[in-house]
């Protein structure tokens, strides 16, 4: 399946941090699901300089074969050598639509297991972003791509984000007609709504610096959560405004982490002065069940979490839970990796 990939408009809004060059890999094979990142990567305007590379990973089927079935092995090595000549005439078209709207592109065809030869990928291509297509509403789904994407972040080099529009199960469950058309049309709507999950440390820190320095749209909204393990589900509204706390029930809340997280707080709201900043402590026993819910409840467009933690706890840690916070939710996923590279930043057209 190869998608019509239409040059994007020349404007659009914030600008983009002084990084002058990043790597990003996309990715891709033939299923919708996975296609959605190629739509999401084009609604956005990328640092100058910036190179993409698609790549596609034709799954090794013969060597799951036991030796006793050695015919089955050869029949399937053939079936698997056409595909592999197929995969690289449709990537090599895929390449040349998508050089319209990003000259400096390239494109590489791998065999084995999936999840391996992307990260052997990004880390000898040096990659500063990961971006994937990831929805999982059927059986065909969870065998695509996006299926993996929990599974790349746990040992990937750097930032990982897994595309999902909010919008598409209520879409699907109205039996309406997922079209090209109406993917680029979510894909190149901005995030209004931003959950950063944070687990005050340094780590999930990287998530908080990345929101503070990216390029949001006037009145968009950002929420920062943090957890404060208990029995009881309750949350409080930190007041960034002022040094007064307003909770729900106060006593409840120690005061090292009311004070990170406006700390943490002010830090977003004073970089992102056009947009409407809270934060708020959510009590509960399992983090990524608590973000998840707080996410579906607020309807977020965008969900940031540090892709690694060393919270107070080991139960606590958001970047311990970031896979299971990813493999939640029903909207895009970014998780922020800190490493010795500039952040990639990007703004949307």
């Known amino acids: 399946?190869?998608?019509?990939?239409?040059?994007?408009?020349?404007?659009?809004?914030?600008?983009?941090?002084?990084?002058?060059?990043?790597?990003?890999?996309?990715?891709?094979?033939?299923?919708?699901?996975?296609?959605?990142s190629l739509e999401s990567a084009m609604a956005r305007k990328w640092p100058d300089g910036a190179q993409f590379?698609?790549?596609t990973v034709v799954e090794d089927l013969a060597a799951t074969v036991p030796a006793s079935r050695a015919v089955h092995k050869e029949v399937l090595a053939?079936?698997?050598?056409?595909?592999?000549?197929?995969?690289?005439?449709w990537i090599e078209r895929l390449r040349e639509s998508l050089s319209i709207v990003f000259p400096d592109t390239s494109t590489e065809v791998n065999s084995g297991e999936i999840c391996e030869k992307i990260l052997?990928?990004?880390?000898?291509?040096?990659?500063?972003?990961?971006?994937?297509g990831s929805h999982e509403f059927a059986l065909t789904s969870r065998l695509a791509l996006g299926?993996?994407?929990?599974?790349?972040?746990?040992?990937?080099?750097?930032?990982?984000?897994?595309?999902?529009?909010?919008?598409?199960?209520?879409?699907?469950?109205?039996?309406?007609?997922?079209?090209?058309?109406?993917?680029?049309?979510?894909?190149?709507?901005?995030?209004?709504?931003?959950?950063?999950?944070?687990?005050?440390?340094?780590?999930?820190?990287?998530?908080?610096?990345?929101?503070?320095?990216?390029?949001w749209r006037k009145g968009t909204e950002i929420r920062l959560v943090t957890i404060s393990l208990s029995n009881r589900r309750e949350s409080a509204v930190v007041e960034l405004h002022s040094e007064n706390k307003s909770f729900l029930a106060?006593?409840?809340?120690?005061?090292?982490?009311?004070?990170?997280?406006?700390?943490?707080?002010?830090?977003?709201?004073?970089?992102?002065?056009?947009?409407?900043?809270?934060?708020?402590?959510?009590?509960?026993?399992?983090v990524s069940d608590a973000i998840a819910e707080f996410s579906q409840e607020w309807q977020a467009d965008l969900v940031v979490v540090g892709a690694q933690g060393a919270g107070r706890t080991v139960s606590s840690r958001i970047g311990s839970n970031a896979i299971s916070i990813m493999d939640k939710l029903q909207c895009s996923v970014i998780a922020v990796k800190k490493t010795e590279n500039e952040p990639v930043y990007f703004s949307w057209y």
Not at 78 to 89: I, L
Not at 120 to 132: N, P, Q, R, S, V
Request: proline fraction near 5%; glycine fraction near 4%; charged fraction near 25%.
């Open 120 to 132: 052997e990928t990004a880390a000898h291509w040096g990659a500063d972003y990961i971006i994937l």
């Open 78 to 89: 053939a079936e698997q050598a056409e595909y592999m000549e197929y995969m690289k005439g």
């Open 53 to 55: 590379m698609l790549m």
């Open 147 to 215: 299926s993996i994407a929990s599974r790349i972040l746990t040992h990937a080099p750097c930032t990982v984000e897994a595309v999902r529009f909010r919008q598409l199960p209520t879409l699907l469950s109205e039996g309406m007609p997922i079209t090209p058309e109406k993917i680029r049309e979510l894909a190149c709507e901005p995030p209004r709504r931003v959950l950063v999950a944070t687990d005050l440390s340094a780590h999930s820190a990287a998530a908080v610096d990345w929101v503070s320095g990216g390029s």
């Open 250 to 286: 106060e006593e409840k809340y120690h005061r090292l982490i009311e004070d990170d997280v406006r700390v943490l707080g002010k830090r977003i709201r004073d970089a992102q002065s056009h947009c409407k900043v809270d934060a708020y402590v959510l009590q509960a026993q399992v």
């Open 1 to 36: 399946m190869l998608w019509c990939l239409e040059r994007r408009p020349e404007s659009f809004e914030g600008e983009i941090q002084k990084q002058m060059s990043c790597k990003v890999l996309i990715p891709i094979n033939d299923q919708e699901a996975a296609l959605y």
